[in-house]
């Protein structure tokens, strides 16, 4: 049967008539010029498979169909109205990377993330010309060409060449945008370059995305013929012609949830080994590290972003920072969090620029104005962004990062544009040792090529070393050869066709490689726990903390005591043993969500925060770089050369300053160290060569 017999404009008439009567009615009565009437696919079908099928296989003429029937239905107020039809929850959702010649001029529905977008501007739907010789109205429709229209001679004289007059008020025109949507980053495989597609909207639906925003775009995908230099080419350019926006409100609503998968979570949530679970779900290919993998679970879940009434906004999202020796899966931990987390980005920092993370500005090729493009941070709104090898990006690149952990957002100031953009996530970095191999006796600052600024924002800290131990080593060595084996037999499966492995024996040497709950199951858990879970903190959980918190600020008590943790440190906590309740789907932070996070955040200030002279936690080693043993050697040693130099009448030898500092216990090591120090913060300088002298 035809399209045309299938697609009528009665049959509209009926369909709107039985499903949308109310909708139209307020459409009528409302006072906003440009109107649109949102119709629901599974409506279609629920009426007519076959009219749902034909929108689909020809949208131009059926959404004609569509919109000439609107004002046919009768109302009770006696009102013409005309309205665009936008067709939303359309099923079979397309990858852009799979749009082939078959899908032009039918609808598609493609989700993604807006990755730029261009100022909404008017552009002319129908032209009206006034003929300069005897005043009269050409109308000529300028929609679907691209190339503007004008009309060549006039009813009074067919002889010459007419001359027009373009009449602004009596043309039609529209508002306009244009949208690029790249392809989400989970539909992704390993190493693929994600896809871009422009996207044309106009009217009452342009101007209303931003730069990272995931957003499903339902509309008919046209095809426009290249133009080089040699003249108009065989290939042909797509772009998809918007019928209607759908923005995702919620950040995990792409995961859809079954009532059977949500019967799972909830059964899942109430076993009592569910924190093991969780550490044992998550990159089980990598042998130990339990500490670390539990802050990372953590992380997936979160503690509670808060809107204060004053108009703050305290960060929920728990920042890691791994630190350590080459070769122990620091790089594998991170791939493998973002294929955990609902919605993950993963960027090396050594290739990775400050506009590729935050945002950079572009030049439209499409009008040569200045749009703005999302960076990684951007895209990874309210997931988690990996940052690998953050220890090699620039001091530039480094200090966008600021902003983008703390106040969570990203201003730009480029190419004329102001604008402030949301990367709500947490940040999982890696970093490695200055000198290759991390040394115990050293201070993390001086290790790791990082200001002390950006390393106090992490919540926590991990150092991870690869020190020879028989036992240890003899259990990754099994672990990694179970791994290896495990993969060998599925190869040899998979691969060869008279293979004598049997998948028993493939599923036997994959069990001390498989994640407790399986990856798929838990991105639901972590999207469900985001999505229905906000907990309270009971009142002995908040005493718990104080009382934690106390104590460590009373060793900071007296004038020559450290300081040992600050009131960042304190609202880390908070975030951790949030995400620890969340991780139960509870609804009250308990004492033991606390002091399973005082254990994790104690582990992780011994590592960083802890005096290697005193043996006590000074939290100035993270925050300022130098700590306050230090800081008072230093105090001592700028002492020593101002007396020498007034002793010996301007510069002084190093070997003099040496000997002095062994008079009060300095070793030589310690004094050149903190000469360094001196050097690199301008207090001394070098006149010649073995001489300082105080700036």
């Known amino acids: 049967m035809g399209v045309s017999v299938v697609s009528s404009v009665q049959k509209w008439k009926e369909f709107l008539t039985r499903y949308y009567k109310n909708s139209i009615h307020q459409l009528a009565v409302s006072d906003s010029k440009t109107k649109s009437l949102i119709v629901e696919f599974p409506d279609l079908i629920n009426f007519d498979v076959r009219l749902a099928e034909a929108l689909i296989s020809n949208p131009g003429e059926v959404l004609k169909h569509a919109e000439d029937a609107l004002p046919l239905v009768d109302l009770p107020v006696k009102k013409q109205i005309s309205a665009y039809i936008r067709v939303v929850k359309v099923p079979k959702k397309t990858q852009v990377r799979d749009l082939r010649s078959e899908h032009i001029n039918t609808m598609i529905s493609i989700d993604g993330t807006v990755r730029k977008i261009t100022d909404v501007r ?131 609503d792409e995961l859809e949830i079954s009532p059977e998968e949500e019967e799972t979570i909830l059964k899942l949530s109430r076993d009592p080994r569910i924190y093991t679970k969780m550490v044992n779900s998550i990159a089980p290919s990598i042998y130990g590290y339990s500490e670390v993998k539990e802050a990372i679970a953590l992380q997936l879940f979160s503690g509670i972003p808060k809107h204060l009434p004053d108009g703050t906004r305290i960060r929920g999202d728990i920042h890691i920072l791994l630190v350590g020796d080459p070769g122990i899966a620091k790089s594998q931990i991170l791939r493998y969090v973002v294929k955990l987390a609902p919605r993950g980005v993963y960027a090396s920092g050594k290739s990775a620029s400050s506009a590729g993370l935050t945002a950079a500005a572009v030049k439209d090729e499409f009008d040569g104005s200045w749009t703005l493009e999302a960076g990684a941070l951007v895209l990874a709104d309210k997931g988690v962004a990996a940052v690998d090898e953050m220890d090699k990006m620039k001091n530039e690149d480094r200090s966008s990062l600021h902003e983008a952990m703390e106040q969570q957002s990203i201003s730009v100031a480029k190419a004329g544009i102001m604008a402030t953009l949301k990367c709500r996530c947490s940040l999982l970095g890696a970093a490695n040792p200055k000198l290759g191999r991390f040394d115990p006796f050293e201070s993390i600052p001086e290790q790791i090529n990082m200001p002390p600024s950006l390393m106090s924002r992490f919540d926590l800290i991990f150092i991870l070393q690869d020190k020879p131990e028989e036992r240890r080593d003899q259990n990754i060595a099994t672990h990694i050869l179970k791994s290896h084996y495990a993969g060998e037999l599925n190869e040899h499966r998979k691969n060869i066709p008279t293979s004598h492995v049997r998948e028993e024996s493939v599923l036997d040497a994959m069990k001390p490689i498989q994640p407790e709950i399986t990856a798929q199951l838990l991105r639901k858990y972590i999207a469900y726990a985001k999505r229905k879970v906000f907990p309270i903190m009971r009142e002995d959980a908040k005493e718990r903390i104080i009382k934690f918190y106390l104590e460590l600020r009373k060793q900071g008590e007296g004038d020559n005591a450290p300081i040992a943790v600050t009131a960042r440190q304190l609202e880390g906590l908070v975030r951790l043993a949030e995400a620890s309740a969340r991780m139960r789907l509870e609804d009250e932070v308990t004492i033991d969500d606390v002091e399973k996070t005082i254990d994790i955040v104690m582990t992780s200030l011994k590592q960083v925060g802890m005096d290697k002279d005193t043996g006590k936690l000074d939290i100035d080693i993270l925050t300022v770089g130098v700590g306050k043993s230090q800081r008072e050697r230093i105090k001592d040693l700028k002492h020593m050369i101002e007396d020498l130099s007034k002793e010996l009448g301007g510069s002084v030898p190093v070997e003099k300053v040496i000997e002095k500092a062994a008079e009060h216990g300095l070793t030589k090591e310690k004094v050149e160290k903190e000469l360094k120090k001196l050097k690199e913060i301008g207090e001394i300088f070098e006149p010649t060569h073995g001489s300082i002298k105080l700036s």
Do not use: M
């Not at 005043?135 to 001359?163: D, L």
């Open 122 to 252: 008017p552009r002319i739907v129908e032209a009206a010309f006034e003929c300069a010789r005897c005043g009269q109205i050409t109308y000529i429709p300028q929609e679907g060409t691209g190339k503007f229209i004008e009309p060549s001679y006039c009813v009074c004289n067919e002889e010459k060449k007419g001359v027009f007059r373009l009449l602004f008020k009596e043309s039609r025109f529209e508002d306009y945008q244009r949208i690029k949507i790249q392809e989400s980053p989970e539909d992704l495989k390993g190493g693929e370059q994600p896809q871009t597609l422009d996207i044309n909207v106009s009217n009452d639906i342009a101007g209303i995305v931003t730069p990272g925003e995931r957003i499903i775009v339902n509309g008919i995908l046209r095809s426009a013929q290249k133009i080089n230099k040699d003249g108009k080419s065989t290939y042909f350019d797509i772009y998809l012609d918007g019928n209607s926006l759908e923005q995702e409100q919620q950040e995990f």
